[in-house]
């Protein structure tokens, strides 16, 4: 069931807390939005997610006009493309999550290929899957906005969609059906950056293995 306005306006706030105090996101950097049926809820531009108004939140209409609350986050324009593209296929998606997670950075900066990580626990091929690595832009660059959606798109049309998407030097966008999702989603993939940093000749996980997950617990890989 969909969450309400102000139960989304809470979870939001209760999200924005728990990844702030456990050190996901740090001064201003981060935001959630929230698709709502008449719009969207954003984190206000600048604000820190550990110390959020659930009454101050920006409220937008479906064309991402401001509507109420402190101005949005510049990254709406990207959470709208996210959610336009992963409806296509995931039509329940409802929040998306943007953070400058340490070691999901880090990874980035290091990583030659077009994805952030290799399938090298069960849990990130269940829980995570494929993370495209898309090409650097500036923050709230329209660009960025635009080849994310096509990297969802042409995911799904390879039959593996994707809940992720990596942007190099700035942090992963996460998505689920509720912010309690996305937030899970979000913790499995920064800590399998982690591992990655603390193993990084870790091999993947052969095909056999890879093929026991898709047909056991359904995994998009």
């Known amino acids: 069931m969909n969450l309400t306005e102000n ?88 929040c998306v999550i943007h953070t400058h997670s340490t070691h999901c950075v880090a990874l980035s900066l290091n990583v030659n290929g077009t994805e952030l990580l290799l399938p090298i626990t069960p849990y990130f091929v269940m829980k995570v899957g494929h993370v495209p690595l898309a090409n650097y832009h500036r923050p709230g660059s329209p660009d960025a906005a635009k080849e994310v959606a096509a990297l969802i798109r042409s995911y799904a049309a390879q039959g593996t969609p994707i809940r992720a998407v990596m942007l190099p030097r700035l942090g992963p966008n996460v998505w689920h059906d509720t912010p309690a999702a996305a937030m899970a989603t979000l913790e499995e993939l920064e800590e399998t950056a982690r591992l990655m940093l603390l193993a990084p000749h870790t091999p993947p996980l052969p095909a056999s293995d890879l093929n026991a997950l898709r047909e056991t617990f359904a995994a998009r890989w």
């Open 7 to 94: 139960q989304a306006r809470e979870e939001i706030c209760r999200v924005g807390q728990s990844l702030f105090e456990r050190g996901y996101v740090h001064a201003t950097a981060g935001n959630i939005s929230v698709r709502l049926d008449d719009g969207f809820l954003i984190t206000p531009t600048d604000a820190c997610l550990g110390f959020l108004d659930p009454a101050r939140l920006a409220k937008l209409d479906q064309q991402g006009q401001q509507v109420s609350g402190d101005k949005g986050s510049k990254t709406i324009a990207l959470h709208r493309e996210i959610y336009a593209a992963a409806c296509e296929h995931d039509a329940d998606t409802r």
